[in-house]
């Protein structure tokens, strides 16, 4: 598998909240591997994808989960005929090939798993493949993105203190509404006043975040809602299917939830 | 007699032969429910109709009853039909023809004028109750009825109704006038539960709601329904505290949830944007309800600005119709509410100069500095004069802020600041005045006791420290109404009763010591309890034993030459005690009764039982709780703690030496106090072990199968909250209801009483083994 495929062609929409873009590109030329922190849907993979369209690198993005080994991200041997091939995982890929490697949602990850990554986010850049016994020196053009919600943080799921400090974190949070406005006019097609009410919406239910829901409505699900309206969906009906229904399942904050669009509209 | 097997229609020509019409009525009903429920000839139905006609059923009540399941049949289903003959059967076996008829006619008229099906058959089942317990209320009941299916939900309803039963069960007169609403203390009950149910229906999504627009939490509070003629209250805010009155106005139960909704934002928008409260420096009545109609008008405006919707909400609940040109009428209701409407709708246009200089002003004043309160005070002044000028007199007695889901207006005004406490207080400030005293009545048992059915006068008579007879209330429980399937809600009255610790030695340190040897068997097992529990977890990257289907996976990767998942083993850990026991004793009277050849009481054996077992309990190290129950009626179920859940040991021996029989055995009332305790205990495992010698029974209670019911409903809804609840009967009278009651194999009998210590503990040990 060449690289080729994984080259981002059109600019991905991104717009910046603060000078993140510039701080992602000096963190680059330095080789400062990055963590991005925030909620769900604001556009912390948008983010990346444009900077990897931005410095014109290869971006391997891999999303975690909770049954990932160390093989799955490293690479393993597998049988083909009666000889066994190794095969490179898409990390090993990346760090062989100089590729933007992106682990999304790392603490899903098993924390004996995600302890793979740590010589390459220090002064060695380089990975050790224990299995085949290689170490694989690092790309001088590859780097590790990895981001992280810091609202499913729990005991069991946090990062290792070790694994935390050997990143440069951006923060990312909801964009502030007239950025956010703007962001859904773009991406969803809708008025400037659709696009209002929208936000309006999202910052209402983002205030019961932890209390009632784990997380408010996202940038993504408004993007969402704004592309249904756009269909010709009545706003209201637009954001119970694509705010209200996905986001909870208790009847109560349901009822609220659409009293609030209703008073939002 | 009649044989059952005998056709129905037989016995009807037989019977009626000279009343033809009565053969074809049935005939006729017959077919039709055949046609429309599919009812075949051999079914209950037909069965049921022998029975009533062997009830002493006459023609007339048989006519009646077909042509009402010819009525209900378009409207509801098979089981209903079985439902509708079985209530009418128990009516005209309590009551005479009459009444069964006037019965059976209510229950046409219920599914002739579309009323829902749960309904009618509720409300179908309330006259079977009243037929049961007071007959004469019968016609009076089903004429009030559609009042009631309108304004309540079906629960409800047959609240209402027990609620009348037991507030007079020896007056006929009060009766009559309870269930032909023509008495107070029926109306407040009617719109207590009409206003509490819906409100609770909603309480939980309004607080969201709020949370949600305004990050803020609103702390609402239900305000128990004073005992007078019922009349619509406005919402209270007080502080910080939203008061919701159960007697607010009442909407279609459709749109109570949108009444309700509008109230709340208001009283939040309110939290949010009147920062101060209004000093009351002698202002007049109608200052003050001026300023806070135009205080209202300026949050709600506020409040728009952020959410532009909620205008469009509270504009709806405006009555006045905006109908341009006409002239207003010169009555303080007539322009408050349009002088509302006209500051809430900017597009209102009209041609009283009054309103449209309220108008200006607000306008004038909203759009220079919208945050400035104040300004509600200063326009108020200006209206006010203009009013007295008028000389359009203001009656603080009969002024009821509009719309209605608008609070009260009080809470925005300080009236600590009354400079001049001379001046003579106008209705509105006894109103206040009376509203701060409730608020200082902060003991949430009496609160709890005022919604109970004679509760507010309960309360009264009993106010808990000066009356030395009765204990502390510790909670009001519901019980079971095995007649009505039904929870009647805080029915029973459970009341400390309190100990006072036997010095050491008492009668129970002597008897322990002959137990010597039980007490070191206890012991023994309580160590293996305390080390034979183990946690295991499979999969794990060390540990004692393999874990056969890791391995297995193993070599299955080394075969096909990928790497084996290194996490093989099982561990063992030792688990922590994470179990609490509640124990529950039967201290009725009859547990003071001695066993054949038995030298202590039945209770005796209880206590050096659980004495015996507490220590055991304490040396595994186990949380637990030992309580000790007994009754005396509904309002004085009387429980001792001879240890809490909080406390320790130290003073179970002394405390379990100072139990008395005496009384009776309200077991559910006793099993939901317990469980409750229990359930808010932090381990994962949670135990009942009642300990009781017959079945439950109580002096105002004649079937003993309705306690026993309620104390088997008791036991399943601790069940399903994950407890584990057990019995050892005591003797073998108690062993039958015990099954009954707890479930074969939740009840664990003794062979002989002296078992009981041995037994008790074993029982312990093993469950949570």
């Not at chain 1, 009632?212 to 756009?230: D, F, P, Q, Y």
């Not at chain 2, 023509?182 to 607080?207: I, V």
């Amino acid at each position: 598998m060449s690289l080729q495929q994984f080259t981002i062609d059109a600019e991905p929409f991104y717009a910046p909240a603060a000078n993140e873009v510039d701080y992602f590109q000096a963190a680059y030329e330095e080789r400062v591997p990055i963590l991005l922190k925030g909620p769900t849907g604001c556009g912390k993979t948008r983010f990346v994808e444009h900077m990897a369209w931005r410095m014109k690198r290869p971006l391997i993005s891999v999303s975690c989960h909770d049954d990932m080994t160390a093989a799955d991200l490293v690479g393993r041997y597998l049988l083909e005929g009666g000889e066994t091939v190794w095969k490179d995982g898409p990390l090993t890929q990346a760090v062989r090939e100089g590729a933007i490697c992106y682990l999304d949602e790392i603490v899903e990850a098993r924390q004996d798993t995600t302890v793979v990554i740590h010589p390459l986010t220090d002064d060695r850049r380089a990975l050790h493949l224990e299995k085949k016994n290689e170490l694989v020196a690092a790309h001088p053009d590859f780097f590790l993105v990895i981001s992280y919600n810091p609202g499913y943080q729990s005991v069991v799921k946090d990062l290792k203190e070790s694994t935390k400090q050997r990143f440069a974190a951006l923060d990312f949070a909801h964009a502030d509404p007239e950025l956010e406005t703007k962001i859904v006019v773009r991406e969803a097609g809708v008025s400037a006043d659709i696009a209002a009410q929208l936000v309006r919406i999202a910052t209402a239910s983002r205030n019961l975040s932890n209390n009632g829901l784990e997380e408010g409505a996202s940038t993504r699900t408004l993007i969402r809602a704004g592309k249904l309206i756009s269909r010709g969906i009545p706003v209201a009906d637009a954001c119970d299917m694509a705010i209200i229904v996905p986001l909870t399942d208790d009847a109560h904050v349901r009822t609220a939830l659409r009293s609030a669009v209703v008073a939002c509209i | 007699m009649f044989q059952r097997k005998l056709d129905l229609e037989e016995l009807l020509t037989d019977r009626f032969g000279s009343q033809s019409f009565i053969v074809k009525e049935y005939k006729s009903t017959r077919t039709l429910l055949a046609q429309l429920a599919g009812i075949g000839p051999s079914e209950n139905w037909e069965r049921a109709i022998i029975r009533l006609y062997e009830a002493n059923a006459g023609p007339d009540v048989l006519t009646a009853l077909w042509a009402l399941h010819r009525t209900a049949i378009r409207a509801s289903q098979k089981t209903d039909i079985e439902a509708i003959t079985k209530s009418i059967h128990e009516i005209c076996l309590s009551v005479g023809t009459r009444s069964t008829i006037i019965a059976i006619r209510a229950g046409e008229t219920f599914f002739q004028n579309n009323v829902h099906r749960a309904h009618a058959l509720c409300l179908l089942e309330g006259i079977v109750a009243l037929a049961r317990n007071a007959p004469e209320s019968i016609p009076a009941f089903v004429k009030r009825s559609p009042n009631l299916y309108q304004r309540l939900e079906p629960d409800d309803v047959s609240r209402w109704l027990i609620d009348g039963i037991n507030l007079y069960p020896d007056s006929k007169q009060s009766r009559l006038a309870y269930f032909s609403l023509s008495d107070p203390k029926s109306l407040s009950q009617l719109a207590h539960y009409e206003g509490r149910g819906q409100f609770s229906r909603h309480e939980a999504h309004l607080k969201h709601l709020v949370r949600c627009l305004w990050k803020t939490d609103v702390n609402l509070q239900k305000e128990q329904a004073e005992i007078t003629a019922a009349s619509a209250e406005r919402l209270k805010i007080r502080g910080n505290i939203v008061l919701v009155p159960s007697t607010v106005p009442r909407r279609h139960k459709h749109n109570q949830g949108a009444y309700f909704e509008a109230a709340i934002l208001h009283a939040a928008a309110h939290n949010r944007f009147t920062k101060n409260r209004f000093p009351i420096r002698g202002m007049k009545p109608m200052q003050i309800a001026l300023t806070s109609l135009i205080e209202d008008a300026r949050v709600e405006r506020l409040a728009a600005q952020e959410y532009p919707g909620l205008a469009q909400m509270w504009l709806r609940f405006h009555t006045v119709e905006p109908t341009a040109g006409a002239p207003v009428a010169r009555t303080i209701h007539s322009l408050f509410t349009t002088l509302a409407l006209g500051l809430s709708d900017p597009a209102f246009q009209c041609s009283d100069s009054w309103i449209r200089k309220g108008q200006r002003l607000f306008d004038a004043a909203f759009s220079s500095a919208p945050q400035d309160q104040f300004m509600a005070e200063r326009i108020a002044r200006i209206l006010g004069n203009d009013l007295g000028q008028m000389r359009i007199p203001f009656d603080p007695k009969s002024y009821a802020v509009e719309p209605d889901y608008r609070d009260d207006g009080l809470g925005l005004f300080d009236f600590d600041e009354a400079d001049n406490p001379d001046q003579p207080p106008s209705e509105i400030f006894l109103d206040a005045a009376k509203m701060d005293r409730k608020e200082d009545v902060e003991d949430p048992v009496q609160n709890e006791d005022d919604q109970d059915v004679e509760g507010s006068e309960r309360a009264r008579k009993k106010p808990t420290s000066q009356d030395e007879e009765l204990g502390v209330v510790l909670g009001l429980y519901p019980e079971w109404n095995e007649v009505l399937q039904r929870d009647q809600n805080e029915f029973v009255t459970v009341r400390e009763k309190s100990l006072t610790p036997r010095p050491s030695p008492n009668w129970l340190t002597e008897k322990l010591s002959h137990h010597a040897g039980t007490a070191a068997r206890i012991e023994v097992l309580a160590r293996n309890a305390q080390f034979g529990r183990y946690e295991t977890t499979g999969r794990a990257l060390e540990g004692d034993i393999i874990d056969m289907d890791a391995a297995n996976d193993v070599v299955i990767a080394l075969q096909q030459g990928t790497s084996p998942d290194p996490r093989i083993y099982v561990r063992q850990k030792r688990a922590k005690n994470d179990v609490t026991l509640g124990l529950l004793i039967d201290m009725s009277q009859s547990t003071g009764d001695i066993p054949q050849g038995g030298q202590e009481t039945i209770l005796q054996m209880a206590v050096i039982s659980t004495a015996l077992l507490v220590e055991g309990l304490s040396a595994a190290g186990d949380a637990f709780g030992v309580f000790a129950f007994s009754s005396n009626g509904k309002d004085d179920v009387q429980l001792a703690s001879i240890k809490s859940f909080e406390e320790d040991g130290a003073q179970v021996q002394g405390r379990l030496a100072d139990l008395t029989p005496g009384l009776s055995t309200r077991l559910g009332s006793a099993l939901r106090f317990l469980s409750n305790a229990l359930q808010k205990q932090k381990t994962r495992r949670k135990i009942i072990i009642v300990l009781t010698d017959g079945e439950p029974s109580d002096i105002d209670m004649e079937d003993p199968r309705h306690l026993m019911e309620d104390a088997r409903r008791a036991i399943a809804l601790s069940r399903a909250k994950g407890l584990d609840l057990f019995c050892i009967p005591l003797g073998r009278s108690a062993h039958k209801s015990a099954a009954t009651i707890f479930g074969k194999r939740n009840t664990f009998p003794l062979e002989r009483i002296e078992d009981l210590p041995s037994r008790l503990s074993a029982l312990y040990f093993k469950v949570t083994g």
